[in-house]
């Protein structure tokens, strides 16, 4: 288990129903900083890949004068991956398709205003 | 994006690390500094100056990796302004190569490291299983080779 400065808010996140994984990431290097993953969960390729859409998804927010982007969210057949950024990190979670991506989301949003 | 290699079963390997990763310049080359292929040079001298100064870094990294940690360090990332270089060892049935690919803002670290170790994965599943005569790093046909490989690169000698 975790010990880091995130570790509270990894476990609140993973605590959630059908959440798979949990991670902090840094944006520009799509590299963990920490996470909480379930077994089987391959956190540097989520890391690398979510870092880089998220990042995608902020510079062209920002490109369409739509602002900054708060949250990200991807669904796919097998699963969501979600993403809510500050400063250079990025927390990122993956979940099964049924989960609650409401109570995911708002913990998200409140988690990622906590991060440095 | 031109890819050419001097040895054609490194090719599709090479050309979907380079789709995948989106990195903007690439050589893979044996430890002796020879050249293998590369992507995304223009001019045959910039291959062999940097051939020979990944080989010399790669060689100054493993040695001060035995002597820090008693085993060679396997991979280096260097980060620039604008732009980042990472080099790491791929091992394969014909020996092990040394990887050097420069990457700008449109990739990162991450992802590089992702797809470097799916290109080490799908060049080792590619490589002709006849391993190579093990040739000593720096032999009497040196020059003669490097000149071979960089005009099957280039087109010229």
Redesign the interface.
Known sequence: MSSSPFASVLAALTRQRGVRASLV??E????VVDSNLQIGQDG??V???A??LY?KARLSARAAQLGTATFMQLEAERGRICAAGRNDLVLVVVADPAANIGMIRVEMIKAAGGLP | MSITAVEPWVEIPLRKFVEEARTVLGLLLHPSGQVVAQFGFARAVDVMSACALAAAIHASAGELGKQLDGKPFRGLHHPGRDRQLYLAEAATPRGTFIFLTVFDQESSLGLVRLYFDEFCKSLAAAAPAAPRRVEPVIEERFEQELNRNLSALFGRG
């Open positions: 990431v840094d520009n290097d799509g590299i540097d390729r890391a690398a890949l870092a880089s990042r």
